[in-house]
């Protein structure tokens, strides 16, 4: 089956890859690149810079990322050690199964879900899970960076106090969700200026949008340390709110989150490469998985622009994805073969026609470093929905997760609420080291999309051997709904191969929005020796050198 769309021209659009001669970085705002190439500057590691880009992206990208939300980051040491965090978020303790009155239909956003009474755990403070951000980082700093942590926030406090710039890509992601934002005072004070999107200024003085509350906020953590998040004034307004407006966060699930540190990042080989990501319950084990499928393949030999090793693609990853979402699907879903309408998510993308459905929602951000010593550090980091639970803790600027509506409302599935539990996410960082001496930190965001994508950067790399932005700009084929999305810059001779082997093919365009990929950065050290660092070109991502 193959079902094209619309005829369009298609983007043609290019980055450069940057390169530097004591490390690089790239993020998907400028100023969170710069923060990381600071810290390089002041000395330090890839860690320190890695931590500056995430505090700062929660800045600059607030509705993508932030201290109010969580993630998972995998630190390639120079020594050879690589390590991973988990610094998800998880559920209250008083979280409970039957917590959530269930409604009629299905939940019109990043999952199938039961729909629940007043979307209460997709937004608003009863959506809230236990954010890790700031222990996470924290942690990471503290182990194996060099600066302090009051330098290091020193770019995200910048840029909270004088305001980033708006640009076209900040109206648009603020205005997709501006209906929901209306509905909490607070959030809506900061990021609904007179009631309206910001727009970008039509003069040469930009116009900026201030977060003084939440520099603040990182002033005192800048001050006092993660302990004035997890335990003390921080943490003491989070949970006054939000339990003030009806949610369930106390301040002992604050004081008592723990990142999970793994010591060993699980690991394994890809052709002669070594391929490291993160532990359960991240999508790392499915980009495993889907390269494992690969492993008899000769993508190598078939080349990329083959329909044999298109055909390879896209049915390791419908398979992987279809084993993915059956262990998520409970009695409610059934997962199919490679010809099949690949699991219960595709019911979202089914309830709207057969056309395929971009994820408007998603928040999530991805930052990709390495320094001077060959440090490399990638990672992944959310609030889940845009905009996260949509709920502002007036005073402190800081927007928290909606991390509650990864489980399933419905009692007795097996993502069902319960207190403590992590839940499964779809972030999956990724160190790459090849036989050639080259390495590469990649990631990106885009909801379940990420372990797809990941999975494709890992093969133009070693199986293509292309350069890193190439390896990021290349088409792709996404294999998480009920059709397999296929970017149009491959061809028409490759979506009717792939439909002739029986796959049900969309062809979709490429662009800056609607997204129907992925978003990838990546940052390391080329075959030459060289540090370098490239950007999807269809963001506002940019790489830097230093």
């Known amino acids: 089956m193959t079902v094209s769309m619309s005829l369009r021209p298609g983007w043609i659009v290019r980055k450069r890859q940057a390169f530097g001669r004591r490390g690089a970085a790239a993020a998907k705002h400028p100023a969170a690149t710069a923060a990381a190439l ?27 990322s932030g201290v109010g939300g969580g993630g998972f980051m995998v630190i390639r040491l120079a020594s050879g050690r690589t390590v991973a965090i988990d610094f998800g978020m998880q559920a209250p303790a008083a979280a409970a199964p039957d917590m959530y009155p269930l409604a ?23 959506s809230v899970a236990v954010p890790g951000a700031v222990p996470g980082l924290c942690l990471a700093l503290e182990r194996f960076g060099r600066l302090d942590l009051a330098t290091v926030l020193q770019p995200a406090i910048r840029a909270a106090e004088e305001g980033f710039e708006v640009d076209w890509f900040t109206t648009l992601a603020i205005a997709v969700d501006a209906a929901t934002v209306r509905r909490y005072p607070e959030t809506a004070r900061v990021f609904l200026p007179g009631g309206l999107p910001p727009v970008p200024a039509d003069s040469p003085t930009p116009r900026r949008l201030r977060q003084p509350d ?24 989070i949970v006054a709110a939000v339990r003030r407006d009806g949610g369930i966060l106390s301040l002992d699930d604050l004081a008592g989150y723990r990142p999970i540190v793994v010591e060993d990042a699980p690991a394994f080989p890809y052709r002669d490469a070594q391929v490291f990501t993160s532990p359960d319950p991240s999508g790392g084990p499915f980009v495993a998985e889907i390269l494992g499928g690969l492993a008899s393949v000769p993508m190598g030999a078939l080349g990329p622009r083959s329909v044999d090793a298109w055909d390879a693609l896209v049915s390791a990853a419908r398979a992987a994805y279809g084993r993915r ?23 979202v993308a089914a309830d709207n026609g057969g056309a395929p459905a971009p994820e408007p929602h998603e928040s999530t951000t991805h930052l990709s470093v390495v320094d001077g010593d060959g440090n490399l550090v ?68 885009g909801g379940r999309r990420i372990i797809g994508c990941n999975a494709h950067l890992v093969v133009n790399l070693v199986d293509f051997g292309m350069p890193l932005q190439r390896a990021l700009e290349a088409p792709r084929v996404d294999c998480t709904g009920p059709h397999v ?6 061809g028409r001779r490759i979506l009717h191969g792939l439909a002739r082997r029986g796959h049900p093919v969309v062809e979709v365009e490429e662009s800056f929005y609607p997204r129907f990929f992925a978003s990838p950065t990546a940052a390391g050290i080329d075959p030459h020796g060289r540090f370098v660092a490239a950007a999807d070109p269809f963001f506002s991502a940019t790489a830097g050198g230093l």
């Open 104 to 126: 009629e239909g299905v939940a019109g956003d990043l999952f199938p879900w039961r729909r629940v009474q007043g979307d209460v755990n997709v937004h608003g403070p009863l």
């Open 38 to 64: 600071e810290m390089l500057q002041r000395g330090g590691n890839a860690v320190d810079a890695a931590v500056a880009a995430a505090f700062c992206s929660g800045v600059v990208e607030p509705w993508m």
């Open 485 to 490: 999305l296929v970017d149009q810059r491959l």
């Open 325 to 347: 979402f059956a262990g998520a699907a409970g009695a409610g879903g059934a997962a199919g073969g490679p010809a099949g309408v690949v699991g219960p998510l595709g019911a």
């Open 378 to 445: 990638s990672l992944t980091s959310t609030l889940l929905s845009r905009f996260g639970s949509r709920y502002t803790v007036e005073g402190t600027g800081i927007l928290l997760n909606n991390g509650m509506f990864w489980f399933d409302p419905e009692p007795g599935k097996p993502l069902s609420v319960a207190g403590g539990r992590r839940p499964p996410s779809n972030m999956a960082p990724v160190v790459v080291v090849l036989a050639d001496g080259s390495a590469y930190a990649v990631g990106s965001s």
């Open 214 to 237: 939440l520099a603040r906020t990182l002033r005192i953590l800048a001050e006092r340390g993660p302990e004035a998040f997890t335990h003390g004034e921080i943490a003491e307004a």
